[in-house]
């Protein structure tokens, strides 16, 4: 059994990178490009990985180790996210809110990794990620209690295993709300359109990768793999949301589950390839309504 949880952990560890590449075929096929390979990003990993980083003289060990710290963080946070309605390598009672707080610590490091560099650009693009996590964040720690309150369980791997398909019987709306919140907030964590534009280099619009324009080498190989299983990540729960577990087998369900998950990746590409990314001043707003979502979702486990 453990065997299976280590291939499934394997696999979504070797897997993520392709995400990005589907996403950039996705829009370069709306756009009549043909677009960069699938496997750029594996690409660029490697790459990066043989260079040394490069540090100003005016850094603090805290700019060294936060993509380090960044990496093992989100690293871990797979560690307890179901593959296909299948358990984790970890799984505990309680370990929803490590979950979270896992998320929060690879935040806050390459956040004031930014302000480290003392570069009033980077801090910008810190403080919009500061500004609009304190509207992501309670939207995703309510929309995950909403579900752990109409499963009954505060594990993920209960969640997201075995307590769907009753969810949806019993908590039809809620659960609608949920995976709209939950699709929104995937949007603005993975810094994708219409929140953010990852392929931008306009001061202006500029959220993530402002923050990480001083990384170079080794480090922002990291970062890049980091944002990659993130993407994994938040993927993982809205496509757990919306199929629940399924009953073909371990090998097919595996390989539908990563069919879903090309799928979602394939949905962003189109997302990002028919909307235009929203003026600053709104993106506050769009992240309000996944709030919103999430506490109606609360509110209809109460009754």
């Known amino acids: 059994m453990v065997k299976k949880e280590i291939i499934q952990f394997a ?7 392709l995400l990005f590449g589907v996403i950039n075929r996705t829009k370069a096929f709306f756009a009549g490009r043909r677009g960069a390979p699938l496997l750029q990003l594996y690409y660029d990993l490697f790459k990066l990985l043989r260079k040394s980083a490069v540090y100003s003289d005016t850094i603090t060990p805290v700019f060294v180790f936060a993509p380090i710290i960044s990496l093992g963080a989100v690293i ?5 996210v179901p593959f296909a309605g299948y358990r984790p390598l970890v799984s505990f009672e309680g370990d929803l809110v490590l979950f979270i707080y896992l998320l929060a610590l690879a935040r806050f490091f390459i956040v004031i990794a930014a302000l480290d560099t003392g570069s009033s650009f980077e801090g910008m693009g810190a403080s919009r990620e ?21 499963a009954g369980q505060m594990s993920v791997s209960g969640i997201f295993s075995s307590s769907v398909t009753s969810m949806w019987s019993s908590y039809g709306p809620m659960v609608f709300l949920v995976l709209g919140s939950l699709f929104i907030v995937f949007l603005a964590e993975n810094s994708r359109i219409p929140v953010d534009d990852p392929n931008t280099h306009l001061e202006l619009t500029m959220i993530h990768e402002v923050m990480v324009l001083d990384h170079s080498g080794v480090d922002l190989a990291f970062l890049f793999y980091s944002a990659a299983i993130k993407f994994w990540l938040f993927g993982s729960l809205i496509i757990g949301v919306f199929f629940g577990p399924r009953n073909f087998g371990w090998g097919i369900d595996c390989i539908i589950f990563i069919v879903s998950m090309m799928v979602l990746a394939c949905i962003t590409g189109i997302v990002e390839s028919i909307f235009a990314r929203l003026r600053l001043l709104k993106v506050p707003h769009f992240l309000i309504v996944a709030l919103a979502l999430s506490v109606v979702a609360v509110i209809l486990t109460l009754r």
């Open 11 to 17: 696999l979504s560890l070797i897997i993520s990178p």
């Open 76 to 80: 871990t946070s797979l560690l307890i």
């Open 130 to 150: 500061a500004q609009f996590a304190v509207f992501a964040e309670p939207a995703f720690f309510l929309s995950l209690v909403a579900l752990s309150r109409a």
